[in-house]
């Protein structure tokens, strides 16, 4: 796991719900866990801005500090945006577009069911969550996982998928048609902060 102890905690500390149960503790408490958590002043420094920034994104797509350097890297390394390039790395990894597809009810859930061969690629069998999946690529329901009580409920009761992706979920299916511009991820957050953070 890419955070430790209760999501509700670590939503709460940073802020920000990336599931129902967790919008639903920071609903009843919109403030830091502790003793001092109504308290603690609102103003920050700017490091502490850039760290609070890059926890959000780990946990917003549930990876570890080392994938997300790693990934800062890469988004460093390509031309154009660093900040846009990093969203659309985190963004087309197998488990995030599983999650974007409907096929599991958390980005948690994405990740246990691609590592639990789940999933395929193209109609070959992937075990790699941090997979990244190219323009083109099918990402389908193993036949022997179609009746997973909790992909099936996911798949029925999923909202629409962003328009980068298609989805046929009678086929248990879908593709990415092309790779996402930033302001299609649906994900608000600063990214440019974790740029900053990488970049000292």
Known sequence: MAFRGPKAKVARSLGLATTQKTQKALDRRNFPPGQHGQNRKKSASVYKQQLVEKQRLRFT????????EKAFHEAN???????DNLMVLLETRLDALVYRMG???TIFAARQ???????AVN????F?????IKAGDVISVRERSKNHPQIKDAIENAPD?????????NKMEGSLVAMPLRDQV??????????????R
Do not use: C
Not at 186 to 199: C, F, G, R
């Open 61 to 68: 797509y549930n990876i570890s500090e080392a994938q997300l």
């Open 77 to 83: 390394r390509r031309s154009g945006s660093a900040g």
């Open 103 to 105: 096929f599991a009810r």
């Open 113 to 119: 069911y691609v590592a639990h061969g789940h999933f």
């Open 123 to 126: 109609g070959v069998r992937s």
């Open 128 to 132: 790699a969550p941090s997979r990244m």
């Open 161 to 169: 998928a962003p328009e980068y992706l298609s989805v046929d979920k």
């Open 186 to 199: 649906p994900v608000k957050l600063e990214e440019q902060l974790v740029i900053e953070y990488y970049s």
